[in-house]
């Protein structure tokens, strides 16, 4: 990666040095001599003695103090009171449970035939992470399987995008899923032994036969929805300056932008959505079977192969709008999501969290987990606008070795590479869905195993966590508990 040292010149050369992809240019929004203050409030620290200014709300002005099981669905603590209604609004759109067409309840339908939930808090548990069974035979619905053909870049000619697991009426669902895994013990350097467990999937009571050979499926759970709307005000230039597609500086950590033309994508966990309605479009669509203005269609994944699904009633009440879901109810559930905030950390100051920040630095986490940033400053992304905030991400695609690729490549991104997540709140998942599940399909049941996880490029910080003694890296989960 290229540090976040890097000056305007630097930023510069890089983009002359940049590699096979086409580095589009943005402007910076702000003169040379506010960038340089910029970077140097946004430089990694260096004083692991004191908490630093501001760390301690991760979100800038917009963190709330909430605690509790609902700490993950706050509104941003300096969201206007004239929003607070449409807040109240999306939040009512997020939590809602969908129903089938027809219905008595006329503005709620539409759902499926095929879907994974009937509500996006179905997924996104109190905003936080998506949960798996803890019981056999329970159908996994924070669990989203893509079915992808790589060499055609397409879904299955059946089965669509997606695996939906449920469906309405005399629609069958499409299969029931079994997940079971194999397990590995990694022995640390100091004698401690961790179980990493690998997901098996089976897949059968397919509803059409089997799926198509050329597909490979890409499991992938729901991740929390705090701080979208800061992250979507990230200057694009702060995340491209991060990317080394081609390791120039030979730090064995690349870091490539998802760029389709001059969009970068940033949402999703291969980071293909450049957008944030974008991304809630395609919730309603593909995971709920709810048309919209970017998804016209009333039967969302079902393809012309599901006959009965695509000739079942849809939900679009014409006095509304064209579609199902109203563009006015997608704008209001894409507000909801973009001003969810951040909880303010409690314990900064801790001299254990500060002994374990330290861990974080040295071995080489901030690599891809960059610590801060500052928003752009525009007055239509409201609160959102010129906030310093500490997400612990560069929103780029890394590389993360053998034990978590899939089998499936989206355009230029795949099979071994993710979207480095961004790491605040992580220490609330506990408490927010009573399971602890990290990584893309939520393989990992706590955070060391998750870091154990990590390889390809993150091989080497891996490895410097894993030498640690026992103390210290106690230290980097109490700090990661933190945040
Ligand atoms: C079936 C479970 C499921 C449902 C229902 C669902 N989501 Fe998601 N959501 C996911 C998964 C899985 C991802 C990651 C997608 C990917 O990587 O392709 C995601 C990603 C997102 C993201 C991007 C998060 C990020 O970190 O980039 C947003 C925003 C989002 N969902 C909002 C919504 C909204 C709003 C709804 C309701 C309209 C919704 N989701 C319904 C599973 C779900
Ligand atoms: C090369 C870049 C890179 C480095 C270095 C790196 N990470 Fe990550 N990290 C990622 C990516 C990418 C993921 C997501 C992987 C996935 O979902 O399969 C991730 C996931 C995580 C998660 C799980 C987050 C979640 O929401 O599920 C934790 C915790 C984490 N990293 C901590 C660390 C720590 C601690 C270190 C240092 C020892 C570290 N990472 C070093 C890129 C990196």
């Given at each position: 990666m290229k540090s976040f040292l890097a000056t305007p010149f630097f930023i510069f050369a890089l983009s002359q040095l940049a590699s096979a992809q086409p580095v589009p240019q943005y402007d910076w929004a702000e003169d040379s001599a506010e960038r340089d203050r910029l970077l140097r409030v946004t430089a990694p620290t260096t004083d692991f003695t004191q908490a630093e200014k501001f760390?301690?709300?991760?979100?800038?002005?917009?963190?709330s103090d909430a605690d509790g099981?609902?700490?993950?669905?706050?509104?941003?603590?300096?969201?206007?009171q004239d929003q607070r209604m449409n807040f109240t609004l999306g939040e009512a759109l997020f939590d809602k449970f969908w129903v089938a067409a027809?219905?008595?309840t006329k503005a709620s339908d539409g759902l499926g035939?095929?879907?994974?939930?009937?509500?996006c808090q179905s997924c996104h548990i109190r905003n936080g992470r998506g949960r798996l069974p803890e019981?056999?035979?329970?159908?996994?619905?924070?669990l989203a399987i893509k079915l992808i053909d790589t060499a055609r870049q397409?879904?299955?000619?059946?089965?669509?995008?997606q695996l939906q697991l449920f469906a309405s009426g005399k629609v069958q669902p499409e299969a029931k899923v079994a997940i079971s895994y194999h397990t590995e013990t990694v022995k640390l350097d100091d004698g401690e032994q961790i179980t990493l467990h690998h997901p098996i999937y089976e897949i059968d009571n397919l509803s059409h036969g089997p799926?198509?050979?050329?597909i490979e499926i890409s499991p992938r759970i729901a991740p929390p929805l705090i701080g979208m709307g800061l992250i979507d005000q990230i200057d694009p230039n702060d995340i491209l300056a991060q990317a080394d597609p081609d390791d120039h500086d030979g730090d064995g950590i690349s870091g490539k932008a998802n760029l389709k033309g001059d969009q970068l994508g940033r949402f999703g966990l291969r980071a293909d959505v450049h957008n944030l309605v974008q991304q809630v479009a395609n919730a309603f669509s593909v995971d709920m079977g709810l048309s919209n203005s970017k998804h016209h269609?009333?039967?969302?994944?079902?393809?012309?192969?599901?006959t009965e699904c695509r000739t079942a009633p849809g939900g679009t009440q014409l006095n509304l709008g064209k579609?199902?879901?109203?563009q006015k109810v997608l704008d209001l559930t894409a507000f909801y999501t973009a001003n969810l905030a951040v909880p303010k950390r409690k314990n900064t100051s801790d001299p254990t969290v500060l002994k374990g920040k330290q861990a974080f630095y040295d071995a080489g986490c901030?690599?891809?987990?960059?610590?801060k940033y500052v928003t752009k400053r525009?007055?239509?992304?409201?609160?959102?606008?010129f906030q310093l905030i500490?997400?612990?991400?560069?929103f780029l695609l890394h590389d993360?070795?053998?034990?978590?690729?899939?089998?499936t490549q989206s355009g230029t991104v795949g099979t071994r590479e993710w979207r480095t997540p961004?790491?605040?709140?992580?220490?609330?998942t506990k408490a927010v869905a009573d399971q602890e599940r990290y990584l893309h399909d939520g393989r990992a049941r706590n955070l060391k195993e998750a870091i154990l996880f990590h390889g390809g490029e993150a091989e080497t910080a891996k490895q410097n966590f894993m030498a640690l003694d026992r103390t210290t890296r106690d230290h980097l989960i109490q700090f990661l508990k933190s945040l």
């Open positions: 760390e301690a709300n991760p979100g800038g002005a917009t963190s099981r609902e700490r993950l669905s706050q509104p941003s603590a300096n969201l206007p027809p219905s008595s035939p095929l879907f994974n939930a009937r509500a019981n056999d035979g329970e159908q996994p619905v924070g397409m879904g299955d000619p059946i089965y669509g995008d799926i198509d050979t050329a269609d009333d039967w969302g994944d079902c393809t012309s192969a599901q579609h199902e879901i109203p901030v690599s891809c987990h960059t610590p525009e007055e239509v992304a409201g609160g959102n606008s500490w997400p612990y991400s560069d993360m070795g053998d034990a978590l690729a899939d089998r961004p790491l605040w709140g992580i220490g609330h």
